[in-house]
């Protein structure tokens, strides 16, 4: 069991908005850590999506968006399109485990 | 531009160690910027962060595999390299190496490795 939580899956319609939560604890996502998201499509590397809360590195579309309030953060995909079907994974920092933890991951199906 | 490709045995029989090397190209993996990180994900399964070095030789290791797992850095060969000992069907999984960028409210992994799968099997 993973120490953050998303839901094993999610889908949505083309054009469509779709969200991912990831869900933490007190020692993680509450206690102020920042949280980072990684887009894996079929067979390939995992690749980090959006990183510290809100930010697309350099050739991420901004219909991705991140945010964080509390013990949890979601991922936001508007005007979803065939190619956003994917993995989809949030991480973070744990300060008992003293080190980087991962959500178990989402499977993204576009309709 | 910085890449990284992972190296090593892709079978190891149950009770050895694996060992893999990756190797830094395109920049140096002495920046005082960013850490290295291995990260595991079995067949069909998700993201497991194994642990991280600095190029001073700091590690960082996941506890539910720290009594198993060596890393190591040479910035002499611009490697680094992941031990794992007593390995079971169960440390089956692809094996990356990644590049983490590091502060005190934040661990991220911006570039990683194609990834090399390793299969624990007699």
């Known amino acids: 069991q993973s120490v953050l939580t998303q839901p094993p899956s999610v889908s949505g319609a083309p054009g469509q908005r779709v969200t991912i939560s990831c869900t933490g604890t007190?020692?993680?996502?509450?206690?102020?850590?920042?949280v980072h998201w990684y887009q894996q499509l079929p067979g390939t590397v995992p690749k980090l999506l959006i990183y510290?809360?809100?930010n697309r590195p350099s050739g991420v579309p901004d219909r991705f968006s991140g945010s964080k309030s509390g013990t949890s953060a979601s991922l936001a995909i508007t005007g979803l399109q065939a190619e956003d079907e994917a993995d989809y994974y949030c991480?973070?920092?744990?300060?008992?485990?003293?080190?980087?933890?991962f959500g178990g991951g989402t499977k993204l199906t576009v309709l | 531009q910085l890449q990284l490709q992972e190296s090593g045995p892709g079978l190891v029989k149950p009770s050895e160690t694996l060992s893999l090397t990756c190797t830094v190209s395109?920049?140096?993996?002495?920046?005082?910027?960013?850490?290295w990180a291995w990260i595991r994900q079995p067949p069909g399964k998700g993201l497991e962060w194994t642990g991280t070095?600095?190029?001073?030789?700091?590690?960082y290791y996941n506890p539910s595999l720290k009594s198993r797992v060596t890393i190591s850095v040479d910035t002499s060969k611009s490697q680094f390299s992941l031990k794992l000992t007593s390995v079971t069907a169960a440390d089956t999984a692809v094996y990356y190496c990644?590049?983490?960028?590091?502060?005190?409210?934040?661990?991220?992994?911006?570039?990683w490795g194609r990834g090399t799968l390793v299969t624990v099997s007699s």
């Open positions: 395109g920049g140096s993996i002495s920046s005082r910027s960013y850490y």
């Open positions: 510290v809360n809100t």
């Open positions: 007190s020692s993680n996502i509450g206690a102020g850590y920042d």
């Open positions: 991480q973070s920092y744990d300060s008992s485990l003293s080190g980087s933890v």
């Open positions: 990644a590049r983490q960028a590091v502060s005190a409210n934040y661990w991220y992994f911006d570039l």
């Open positions: 070095t600095y190029y001073s030789g700091s590690t």
